[in-house]
Structures are given as C-alpha cells and as structure tokens.
C-alpha cells in the first residue's frame, strides 16, 4: 500500500508547506505552551517549534530509509488523555450516546469493564478506545474550543518523542517508561515518571498511543519531506506509538511503528463489533495535537468526515 492523500490532507500539507517558506523564520519558533480548560478540568499543551529532524531508524525494516523530515509548529498533550479528560466528553448529556459514529456523538458505555481492574481514577490514562473514538473526542473539543484538536502524524509523534537532535537519552528506560520489566502488567497514573526534554510525559510506554496514519510499511521509501501523512484507508491497520505497559524494553523506542488488528477486538460479542471500544486493546490510549496553522472551518469539516466516517 502506497501513500495516498486524500483531497483534504493533500491540500492541508501543501498549505503548511507554503506557510513555512513565507511566514518568517521567528513565526515559526516554539509556541507558548497554555492550559486548555474544559468545565471543571484542565490540562496543558506543550508548544512544539517546527524543524527538521531525522524520522526512522534502521531497527526495523519499516522504519527505513531514515529521512530527514520537517515539521510545522504545533502544541501537544503533555501526557496522555486521561479519564479526567474523556469523561467530561463522555458524560455530555448534550450528546446522543449512538453505536453510530455520525455528527458529533458519544460514545456508548462499556458491556464490561475494560479497564480490567487496572482502575479509573482521574489521573489514570483512559484506555481500550478505537482510533475514531479518539477522533471524535477531538472533534467535541473543537467544537467546544474552536481550536483544531486532532491526533498527532507519525511524523509529528516521532518529533515530539525524539525532542530535538541533541536531546539526551535517559540512563535507563526506568526513568521515563512503565513497561514490562516494571509496570506489574497495568497502566499507571500519568505523569509518574520523568518528562522528556521538551517536557512531555509517557511518549514511551503506559499505553501505546494511536496516530492519525495509516500503517504502511513502505511508507518511508516515498514519504514526503514537508508534514507527510498517510491518508485513513482500511479500518485496519492503522498506526500506533510508543509501546505500552505490556511491552518488553526492545519495543519502547520513539522509531517503533505499531499496526493496529483487528484481534484487539476478538472478544466484542456484538454484531457488529463497536466503533469505539476495543475489548483486548487495554493497552491503547492516546494524546492530542493542536497545529498553529489552524484550517478554515470548511477544511476542519471535511478532515473529520472522512477520519470518522
């Protein structure tokens, strides 16, 4: 499967692109880092400035070639969404609770509870959703914000994750991550352990976190170099990041690409399976993006009729 853009997200990028060769270079420095408040809640974006970096590795045969990839400016979720966040999405009485994933909706309650006792206070990452269960949360945010929120690129988690050319790794995973080797089989509390450089907590295990790309494993020999995306195609597989708490240390790395399967909800008895809950997913979750070059509403629009169609 190639790289394929829709109509949207082609015209997206080429936007950004000429934005970032005519906007001057100091527009395009780190943006101010906020707190976004949503009823009785707050959480903290992290502005990320635009720049080049080296997106891949030789791991793994999907993440080759490595190539040099530039990004535009955006803010991102300091840590992973958390309970605390989606309830308030989640309890909006003002919303139809569907099975139907149409307009802006919420999601229906779970049959069992697929937090499988790991726990669900506040602080806790909400976990098992489907990719477009993450995209209609941001889609209620805008709506309730004006802000364009959305799911980060690959390109754009890598480059948070990495946080800059010269950042320095830690001594050990440890420090940064809940993985296999020290997460007794649950997710945790965010913002546990260290941040990366640029401040941002979890980009390595606790849960994987879903991207807006479709997987592709030959998606680097034809990536774009300026905000490349690839364009939502199948239900499956789409791509995730990070590794979680179930994950051995090998797989925590801020080049590993995850495909998403359609197993990760085998044990839905429903006909057919949900559109938002992902029954042996307990290991899914993901964060929010915010870009500085905000689309028209018309483009917000489409972009999010065809993610949540």
């Not at 966040?85 to 049959?111: C, H, M, V």
């Not at 849960?207 to 680097?220: A, F, G, I, R």
Request: glycine letters at 6%; proline letters at 7%; a neutral charge.
């Amino acid at each position: 499967m190639r790289e394929w853009h829709g109509q949207f997200l082609y015209l997206y990028s080429v936007r950004l692109f000429i934005i970032m060769l005519v906007i001057p270079g100091w527009l395009l420095a780190q943006p101010k880092s906020y707190d976004q408040k949503i009823n009785a809640i707050t959480f903290k974006m992290i502005g990320v400035a635009g720049g080049k970096f080296q997106l891949g590795s030789t791991a793994e045969p999907d993440e080759s070639p490595v190539k040099e990839i530039e990004v535009a400016p955006f803010w991102i979720g300091e840590h992973e969404v958390t309970f605390a966040e989606w309830d308030q999405y989640f309890n909006d009485a003002s919303l139809p609770q569907t099975k139907n994933i149409d307009g802006i909706t919420r999601a229906t309650p779970q049959y069992i509870d697929l937090t499988w006792g790991m726990g669900r206070e506040a602080n806790h990452p909400v976990n098992s959703l489907s990719q477009q269960a993450a995209m209609m949360y941001c889609r209620w945010l805008y709506a309730r914000t004006g802000f364009f929120y959305r799911l980060p690129t690959e390109a754009e988690w890598e480059y948070a994750c990495k946080a800059g050319p010269n950042s320095a790794s830690p001594a050990t995973l440890d420090v940064v991550a809940y993985y296999e080797s020290n997460s007794d089989a649950r997710f945790h509390h965010v913002k546990e352990k260290k941040a990366n450089a640029w401040g941002l907590y979890d980009m390595l295990g606790n849960l994987s976190e879903w991207t807006l790309d479709q997987y592709d494993p030959q998606y680097y020999t034809s990536i774009h170099k300026n905000n490349p995306i690839t364009s939502p195609g199948p239900r499956y597989p789409r791509t995730l990041r990070g590794g979680s708490f179930l994950d051995p240390s090998k797989q925590l790395r801020c080049s590993n690409r995850i495909p998403s399967d359609a197993s990760w909800n085998k044990r839905d008895p429903q006909i057919p399976k949900s559109r938002w809950w992902l029954t042996d997913g307990m290991f899914v979750g993901f964060r929010i993006v915010r870009p500085v070059a905000q689309p028209s509403k018309e483009e917000i629009d489409a972009f999010y009729a065809r993610y949540l169609k």
